[in-house]
């Protein structure tokens, strides 16, 4: 039977935003707009640079410091060759190329040093590609590749080297969640030599290891996550293929600007569009519209809050002067009072419902019907009257004064 292979990054496209994952994953789209970048290029060029390093250290060939900041130079111009073999590269913010040789030389500088000279170190294997399996019963597979796998007496530790200019939150999910996922590769492939397992991020840009065990508990439970995950995927394939090809709604989210789909998606594709006249309006145009109905809103947004702060005023009068009218200068208001019902206990409502055969007609228990049932008697309160609460509500009515 067809086993379905995953990888984190798909993962990670499908929680950023599912009509990306769509594009790129079901439909197949060619990133066409992908443009490479200064970042992407120093951490190619640093991991490309460490790997082959301890390709080196693992044959007992230990390479110098000057020979491994060459080897990131010739690197890093390779890189950069070939991503401005057709265009120019993008530099955003205030930072130049050298800027980014400097921050390579220094990561890897102070690696070094901080790692010399390397005779302990055990390797199993660098930028090492592992498929492994995630669920046998629902065939999920998964597959990745870790940047180096390290034998310390019976643990094994996956290293994880990480170029990025800020630090990330202690307990950032998706680096804690990518390496146990690849535990369990480890865990699978390597099972009989080890007794623990370990993740360290390696933190380059602040000299700073992050270390920590892989316990049975914590694989339990980020294989039963990304196992629910890649169902919710395959059973929107599945409605994709067959029934409906909107099934995987797009999400906004900062990392649309980003996005090599642009273009057509549903999200951002009127950015590409000229400004449409709208001749039946005075010739109003569609983005003259747009702003006009925000506009609008926020203007009965306002009104809505200020009347909410009136109406406790006019409600206390009433109360004071027992009555059900006041008059302005051009308005009047009307006052009637009803009793607002709220549940409290929904299972112990539920049950009951369910006896009197009518918990269909108000479906799940919506306020207005509920409300609506007791007030016109088709529900008896008395046997339900601790599972709900009752409020006094006071409606306002507006009209003109009159005369």
Excluded at 368 to 390: H, Q, R, V, W, Y
């Amino acid at each position: 039977m067809y086993m379905a292979v995953y990888s984190f990054s798909q993962i990670q496209v499908f929680q950023q935003c599912p009509r990306k994952y769509q594009y790129k994953y079901v439909e197949k789209i060619k990133d066409t707009e992908f443009e490479s970048s200064p970042d992407l290029i120093l951490g190619q060029s640093v991991h490309q640079t460490l790997e082959r390093m301890y390709n080196q250290i693992n044959v007992f060939a230990i390479p110098s410091k000057e020979h491994v900041i060459a080897e990131f130079h010739r690197t890093r111009n390779d890189e950069y060759a070939k991503a401005t073999a057709e265009k120019e590269l993008q530099i955003k913010g205030e930072q130049t190329i050298e800027d980014y040789i400097r921050r390579g030389e220094h990561y890897l500088e102070a690696y070094y040093d901080k790692h010399a000279p390397f005779g302990e170190t055990k390797i199993i294997g660098t930028e090492t590609q592992l498929v492994f399996t995630l669920n046998e019963s629902l065939k999920q597979q998964f597959r990745g590749v870790i940047d180096r796998i390290d034998k310390d007496g019976d643990t094994f530790i996956i290293n994880d080297y990480k170029t990025n200019k800020n630090l990330p939150p202690e307990q950032k999910q998706e680096y804690t969640d990518q390496l146990t996922l690849y535990g369990l590769a480890i865990q699978q492939h390597y099972g009989k030599y080890l007794k623990k397992i370990k993740a360290r991020l390696h933190y380059l840009h602040f000299d700073v290891e992050d270390e920590r065990e892989i316990t049975e508990e914590r694989l339990a439970a980020v294989r039963e996550k990304y196992a629910e995950m890649i169902e919710q995927i395959e059973h929107k394939k599945f409605n994709y293929n067959m029934w409906d090809k909107k099934t995987f709604e797009p999400k906004g989210n900062p990392y649309c600007i980003y996005c090599e789909y642009q273009s057509i998606c549903p999200l951002r594709a009127h950015l590409k569009y000229e400004d449409e006249w709208v001749e039946e309006l005075w010739e109003k145009t569609i983005k003259w519209l747009v702003d006009e109905y925000v506009r609008y809103g926020k203007a009965e947004s306002e009104a809505k809050k200020q009347k909410e702060m009136i109406k406790p005023y006019l409600l206390s009068y009433l109360e004071k002067h027992d009555l059900l009218k006041l008059v302005g200068q051009e308005f009047q208001l009307s006052a009637s009072e009803s009793l607002s019902i709220s549940v409290k206990d929904k299972p112990a409502v539920i049950e009951y419902l369910k006896s009197l055969w009518i918990l269909d007609e108000v479906m799940d228990i919506d306020r207005f019907k509920f409300e609506a049932l007791i007030k016109k008697g088709a529900i008896d309160e008395a046997p339900i009257s601790a599972a709900i609460e009752k409020n006094p509500s006071w409606r306002l009515t507006p009209g003109k004064k009159k005369d």
